[in-house]
Structure formats: C-alpha cells, structure tokens
C-alpha cells in the first residue's frame, strides 16, 4: 500500500516550496492536484514530470475511488491550488477517505496564507480562529459574522475582490469598527498589507478600488460598548434598505446591541418595508 502526502506549494512565489516537497513530487507515482495548469507551471519550473491527475471541488466524488486505488500500488502526492492542502479546499475529503482506507497519511508543510496573513497582521497571534471564506450571501454572511461578535480571539478569513467592501461594512455593522489587516496577494508581485480600522478600510478601498485575492485579519472582541438608540435606528435602517425583512433585521440588531428584541422591534416599526409608506394621512 502507498502513502498519501499532503504537500504544501506555493501561494504565490514559486521560490516558496522546500526542498522536501520538491523530493516527494518527483518520487510518488501520482500528483493529485486541484488546479492541474497551476501545478504544471510549478513542476516545468522543477523539471518534474510525475504524472497528474485533477482533484477539484466539482469532481472530487467521482475521482476518489481512482486516486483510493491508485494508493494501493503506489504513493500519491495532493496538492491544493495553493498552500496547505485540506483547507477551504476538497482535500479534506480525500485526506478523510484515505484515513477510513487505512492508508498512511503524510504532511509535508508548506506555506499557509492565513497564517502568512496573520503573522503580518499586527494584531494578536497567540490565539485565533480561521473562518475559511466568507459566506457569498450577505445574509449567510451576516449570521457567521453574528457567531463570532463575542470571540475574542484574533479572526482570519478570505474574501473575494468583488465583495471585499460589502463584507467590510458588515464587520463594521455587526463586529464594530475593529482594527484589521486586509492582505492582497501575499507573496505575489503586488503584495500589500493594509492596516487601519475596518470604517478606514471602508474609505481606502472605495477610493481604491480591490483587486487580487484578500485574506482579512481582524481584531477579536473586547469589552462590548453599549449601543446607542441612535445606532441601533440607524442599523435598523441600513439592513431594511437592504432588503432584509423586518423580522430578521430585529433579530441581528437585537442580538448585535444587546437591546430587548421587543425594544428593537418598536423602533423598527417606524422604518416600512422598501416601497411602502406608513398608513396615515
């Protein structure tokens, strides 16, 4: 029986990679790999030329019964698209897959972006939890962001370009104006590292507008500052614009502010539904 190995490439500079990684790709009999063009380009610029097969999010089902019998006869190398394999990526299944097979399971570390990010960061290190991506829909966003309001650990996630000022007004929303590290590109040719408040980071990127692959940094919670009636109207008014209903925007603000969900729910009946007036004359 083979080995699966677990092998960290690159997540931009193709100098990123350890001379064990480059040992064990040209020694197993199979790369599986979840984007076969961009792991092509690290192995021409090796001279490697083990044979590859995809492993992607959309074929991983159909394909782990070929790579399970393929570990019978020979080792096997997975490789994500960039990083660590098994985080926010398809890995993970067949790491579990090989495991429940029997098969021996072995790390070869490589770089990682969150933890690139944060040890950049400037904020706590110590202790942290990553969020993988953030959830695409803003109301799936908003109720991950809602389940960490009190952690008060250091968080890492990432973020898309097109939705980067979106999720940052929601961190503003719900979170509260945190300290934070928006991190493009790590690594790649134009590397930035941001640093400021998320109400700052707001301001910089509408003026600048985000390109490239983010990896957001955020300050854990500390001791809650009570809200204000006049914030909690005005969040009561940002999600109703929105389109978020009545009864869950009282439910976020509610949970957010820490007022009675009954007080909440008055105000909010002074801001209609988009489109309708208040009955009166």
């Known amino acids: 029986m083979g080995t699966l190995y677990v092998v960290g490439t690159p997540i931009g500079n193709l100098e990123d990679i350890t001379l064990r990684a480059l040992r064990v790709l040209r020694e197993v009999g199979l790369i599986a790999a979840e ?15 083990t044979p590859l097969t995809s492993y992607f999010e959309h074929n991983k089902l159909t394909k782990l019964d070929t790579i399970l019998a393929a570990l019978r006869e020979k080792d096997v190398a997975l490789v994500s698209e960039a990083g660590m394999p098994g985080l926010s990526d398809p890995g993970y299944e067949l ?33 942290f939890t990553f969020l993988g991506f953030l959830p695409r829909r803003a109301q799936e966003r908003r109720q991950l962001l809602q389940s960490v309001v009190n952690e008060p650990r250091t968080l890492v996630a990432f973020e898309a370009p097109h939705r980067l000022l979106k999720a940052l007004e ?24 941001w640093r400021g408040t998320a109400r700052e980071a707001i301001a910089w990127f509408t003026e600048h507008p ?5 990896t957001l940094v955020i300050g854990g919670a500390t001791e809650p500052e ?11 008014e940002r999600l109703l614009a929105e389109g978020v209903s009545h009864r869950e925007a009282v439910k976020i603000v509610a949970e957010a502010s820490g007022w009675p969900r009954r007080e909440v729910y008055r105000l909010a ?3 209609p539904p988009a489109g309708l007036e208040p009955a009166g004359g």
């Open 226 to 236: 009570p809200w204000d009636e006049a914030r909690v109207r005005a969040e009561i």
């Open 170 to 193: 929601d961190i503003v929303a719900i979170l509260g104006d945190r300290p934070l590290a928006v991190v493009r590109e790590v690594t790649k040719l134009h590397e930035e590292v």
């Open 210 to 214: 985000p390109r490239g692959e983010f």
């Open 35 to 49: 984007d076969t063009r961009r792991t092509r380009k690290l192995l021409a610029r090796y001279d490697i030329h």
């Open 269 to 271: 009946l002074n801001h």
């Open 95 to 127: 790491i579990r897959a090989a495991i429940e097979a029997g098969v021996p399971v072995v790390p070869v570390p490589g770089p990682s972006a969150p933890i690139t990010a944060l040890v950049v960061s400037g904020l706590p290190t110590d202790s």
